[in-house]
């Protein structure tokens, strides 16, 4: 069974200043890796994915992650944060055998200070 | 292109009633997801369709929920009767096909609140 482990509940930072999300996962497979922002009352909007090839991985938003397969991890890092990025952060994971199901960690809540 | 539309948007009920939530997937978008989200957990996949057919309802309470996609298009999620531990966000999402570059786009949920 795949699970995904989001270390910190609450990131809190201020504006401009560099953060990193942690993100562990656990499979008995090659894993696809993703992380989703939300913002309030909104749906979730894909930041970044993992499929295959290059370990680092560049998104949206000036995001950008990191895929440690000795480590099992997948963290998620910023070098200078806005105050629009204020949002809760999801990992997630699935591989080629789970038809596209996402397994989801329990989200790291940023809140960006100024 | 439009995105996945979900209405209603916030919904209460009481303990024991029945409630539905509707979707409409991006256009031309084969695949269709329901997910509940709990509050302070992150989603977690309740039923899978492939055009009209159920991929995955593992994780489905059947004996209260239920869900369709007729013609392979909308679908509709339902609740009878809805116990408190329902509250919950409940988001659809879609994507091209299930292994179509794993992205799949969510819409802005519906919030249900049993009181």
């Known amino acids: 069974a795949q699970s995904v482990t989001q270390l910190d509940s609450q990131v809190p930072v201020f504006e401009e200043a560099p953060v990193e999300l942690r993100c562990n996962y656990s499979?008995?497979?090659?894993?696809?890796l993703f992380w989703y922002v939300q913002y309030p009352n909104q749906g979730l909007q894909l930041l970044l994915k993992?499929?295959?090839?290059?370990?680092l991985v560049k998104g949206i938003n000036g995001f950008e992650a990191e895929f440690n397969k000795s480590q099992t991890s997948f963290h998620l890092r910023k070098p200078s944060v806005h105050i629009s990025d204020t949002a809760e952060y999801f990992c997630?994971?699935?591989?080629?055998?789970?038809?596209?199901?996402?397994?989801f960690g329990q989200g790291t809540e940023l809140s960006v200070k100024p | 292109e439009a995105g996945v539309a979900q209405s209603p948007r916030y919904k209460i009920i009481e303990k024991r009633q029945s409630v539905a939530f509707w979707c409409n997937p991006i256009?031309?978008?084969?695949?269709l997801y329901w997910y509940q989200q709990i509050l302070g957990q992150g989603p977690k996949l309740l039923i899978q369709?492939?055009?009209?057919?159920?991929?995955?309802d593992s994780q489905l309470p059947k004996d209260r929920f239920s869900a369709e996609r007729l013609k392979g298009v909308d679908s509709t999620l339902k609740i009878q009767p809805a116990k408190l531990e329902d509250s919950a966000v409940y988001l659809c999402?879609?994507?091209?096909?299930?292994?179509?570059?794993?992205?799949?786009?969510f819409g802005p949920g519906t919030r249900l609140t049993v009181t």
């Open positions: 999402a879609s994507s091209l096909a299930p292994q179509d570059s794993y992205e799949q786009y």
């Open positions: 499979s008995s497979v090659s894993v696809y």
């Open positions: 993992y499929l295959s090839g290059s370990t």
């Open positions: 997630a994971v699935s591989s080629y055998n789970q038809g596209g199901k996402l397994i």
């Open positions: 256009s031309g978008h084969a695949t």
């Open positions: 369709f492939q055009n009209n057919g159920v991929v995955d």
